[in-house]
């Protein structure tokens, strides 16, 4: 058992082999819980992820009307409510999950209520104003109760101005797009929408149309500049629906099958996934383990050789699990590049600063821009230095894998990992002495 106090100290770690079960993934979960709850019928929701993210949908989703019945901390039956929710009035405190914040923003600002969203301090540094911006194209009443342009905000009824074509921004997060693509089929009204600049992170927009269109709807995607969306759209959620475990949580244990000494077999995914995440074991792959795809699982194994060849990788479809890459890099010959992250600034706190404060604590040498970070490892890694994790769960996560580097590391606050992977230290424990 992990002893989850303020920091945990991790000795240098040696893997064995062995098999992990993934946690569901959050992206497909909170998604899957709202668009189950806008449905016109019930959906009994299976492997969905049990953390403080979809605890903050689930909760908002109660007091705004939902019939849910748990039958395991995974598993829950959720009565859809034919696209309008039953309170008209509600005050939404979702923390820190985009994944909640972002979509109930859309869906509620198309609805005849009057609603409130807050979340914890860095919620109300995250940036929203190209969402609102957007919504209001089409007739959002939608104000900012603190700053412009962040949270928290103040909905009130939805006045149909006859708009049927928006354009939102998709160079700062790809949230923006994926609330909009679920919450406009709710007018059943046919929308185009446009978007400004390079799309990032194009596989999630992938995840939110696989999704929405396994509810009955289809959308059509014009090589992501524009999508349109058909009228008299009804969500119908399928009777069952299994959740896919979560690749970005997978990225740690597949950088363990790289750096440690033992296979790792990681159950949940595998190279069917429709999460962009799962393109994370090619890198691998590239930077010399060895791959076994099997049903639902992959198995990673150490490189024969031990050296890890540097890399320049262009990480904006793997936007989270490329932050793993960052610990990858203090094991390779050389100096390494993330580039075009730019979306790391405006995480759960700015990830490329965060990032290259803790490595340089660790002995490594690290440059930075506005969208990338170079890495170049020291002779030896400094030994025994206590990781910031800024309230950040893939902070805490990524530096886990330290130990495996020959240096004792701590974390502090271990306990942020609930967000996403609450069994994380226990999974990663299993597999090391």
Known sequence: MINMNESLHLAPKQTHSGTISLPG??????????????SNSTCRIKRLLDSDD????????????????????????????????????????LGNAGTAFRPLTAVLALMNGSYQLSGVARMHERPIGDLVDALRQVGANIKYLQNDGYPPLQIEAFQDNSQRTLSVRGDVSSQFLSALLMALPLTKQAY??????????????DITLNLIKRFGITIENHNYRSF?????????????????????????FFAMGLLGNAPITVEG????SIQGDIAFVEIMEQLGAKIEWGNCCVTISPPDSRKIPVFDIDANHIPDAAMTLAIVALAADGTSSIRNIASWRV??????????CELRKLGATV????????????????ADIAIDTYDDHRMAMCFSLVSLLGVPVIINDPKCVNKTFPDYFSLFSSLTN
């Open 269 to 272: 995914v595998d190279n069917r």
């Open 347 to 356: 995480k759960e706190t700015d990830r490329i600063d965060a990032m290259t």
């Open 25 to 38: 993934s959050k992206s497909i979960s909170n998604r899957t819980l709202l668009l189950s709850a806008l």
């Open 228 to 252: 349109s969306l058909p009228e008299n759209s009804v969500y119908t959620a399928p009777a069952t629906f299994n959740v896919e475990g979560d690749a970005s949580g997978a990225s740690y």
């Open 54 to 93: 979809t605890r903050r949908m689930r909760e908002a989703l109660s007091l705004l009307g939902v019939s849910m019945i748990e039958h395991a901390v995974d598993e829950i039956t959720v009565q859809g409510c034919g696209g309008r929710f039953p309170a008209d009035y509600a005050q939404l405190f």
């Open 367 to 382: 440059e930075n821009g506005e969208d990338y970070i170079r890495i170049t490892p020291p002779e030896q890694l400094n």
């Open 192 to 205: 185009t929408i446009n978007v400004e600049g390079e799309l990032i992170s194009k596989p999630y927009i």
